[in-house]
């Protein structure tokens, strides 16, 4: 499988991972979390708990309403100061749940290992475990441990690409516990009933290929008809988006995910790499989502860093705790530079998806202005889904639907490679989000008329 097939489009941004081999700090001592009830794609949770209740760490604060949502767990113990809207890093108000921490870190009494003895077992303790994507995409796994009967996965593909400059919470996962990583896998296989296994790395990262390659072949060589035989780690060319899930499955198998579809359509289940070393940890201990590794980077940062911190803590504690920042922020994101969102607020709290806060000073963040396009067409070669971005931009420009339909601007992965290569500085993601919105816009009148 190795190398053997790419994507076309993307591009290369400058790599950036300072922090590549800053070992992961483990940050506590938290005066306060704030835990929004809708941390996952889907409908929020509902609250669990009111103000004056103590909580413990682990401790379910948020019931998911339907299938489609996940859990949220108390991250430190303490009591429960307020319910309140917050706006999430989204841009959405939703209530969060504010707890002040006792300092003492005490686990709840329900907090115990998952008795898992099969596939309905294990989707169960998955569920109730809150886990959501850790790379960013924050879907509720357990919806994706459960595909239409006819589209059982053959492959399971671990996305281990981190290709965003600044972000290497991943690569630290890897290099600090392949272990985790492997029995994460391993155990994805073996409740799916997934034959074989693939851990997709870019080849920049030499030292988390020889990391996992060290656990994977020590297991098969004691085991040689055993599943891990059949797992494979392949390095992938080093290139953006790499890490994008449909240009993953491409690159790594060659089948292409349908406009619309989903990689169980293709027989594919993709995880992120810090995803299954949860699972394994998860199983292991009990112990639901309650921190969150991720990378402090930028060139606001005094100390970038890897961290691991509890969920919901507000971003400028978190930042003061890692030692400040040495330059005014003029702009911080959560997440990486091409994906992340930019945040309006340092009180946001670090959710679930959260790898990675990046701050910015005002000379880095500062947005060239927009010159008219030149029709160079580099946007549309670097599209890695074939789109044609100054066209969706002139479509959402115009407020013209029928023309965002008609250039498939709901394909868009957001991905940012055509903004980052364009000479002319159009805006042209956010162009084209606002196109998306205005889609959705149209669909719900739509509705509302058929209604
Ligand atoms: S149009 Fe969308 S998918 Fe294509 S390069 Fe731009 S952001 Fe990426
Ligand atoms: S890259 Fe920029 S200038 Fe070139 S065609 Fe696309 S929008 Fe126009």
Known sequence: MALTWSFSGGTHPRSRKSTAESPTVRLDGFRRVVLPLSQH??????????????????????????????????????????????????????????IESDGNYEIHPSVVPPTVTDRASFVAAIAASGLVGLGGASFPTHVK??????????????????????????????????????????HVMHYMSIPRAAIGIEND???????????????????????????????????????????????????????????????????????????????????????????????????????????GVPVADLVEAAGGFARTPAKVLMGGPMMGVALDSLDTPVIKANNAIIAFDEKEARIPDESVCIRC??????????????????????????????????????CGTCTYV?????????????????????EAKKKEARA
């Open 41 to 98: 794609t889907g409908a929020p949770c509902r609250c669990l708990v009111t103000p004056g209740d103590l909580v413990k760490v682990g401790q379910r604060i948020g019931e998911p309403v339907g299938f489609l949502s996940a859990p949220v767990h108390a991250t430190v113990s303490g009591r429960v100061v307020a319910i309140r809207r917050v706006l999430g890093y989204t841009g959405i108000l939703g209530d969060a749940v504010e």
């Open 145 to 186: 441990f459960s595909p239409p009967a006819d589209r059982q996965p053959d492959t399971l593909l671990i996305n281990a690409a981190e290709c965003e400059p600044f972000l290497t919470s991943d690569y630290r996962r890897m290099v600090e516990d392949p272990a985790a990583v492997l029995a994460g896998v391993l």
């Open 205 to 311: 990262k030499p030292a988390a290929i020889a990391a996992l390659h060290a656990v994977i072949d020590g297991k098969a060589a004691a085991d040689p008809n055993g599943p891990a035989a059949a797992i494979e780690v392949v390095p992938l060319h080093t290139r953006y988006p790499q890490g994008a899930e449909k240009m993953l499955i491409y690159a790594m198998t060659g089948r292409e995910v349908p406009s619309g579809g989903l990689p169980h359509d293709v027989k594919v289940m993709v995880l992120n790499v810090s995803t299954v070393a949860f699972i394994a940890d998860h199983l292991q201990t009990g112990v639901p989502l309650v921190r969150r590794r991720l990378t402090l980077a930028g060139s606001a940062v005094a100390s970038p860093a890897n961290l691991d911190v509890p969920i």
């Open 377 to 414: 067409a580099r946007c549309v070669e670097g599209c890695p889904m074939h789109l044609l971005p100054t066209s969706i931009d002139a479509a959402a420009r115009e407020g013209d639907t029928e023309g965002l339909v008609e250039f498939h601007t709901m394909d868009c992965i957001e």
């Open 422 to 442: 364009c000479p002319a500085r159009r805006h042209l993601v956010q162009s084209i989000r606002n196109g998306k919105a205005l889609l959705r816009k149209a």
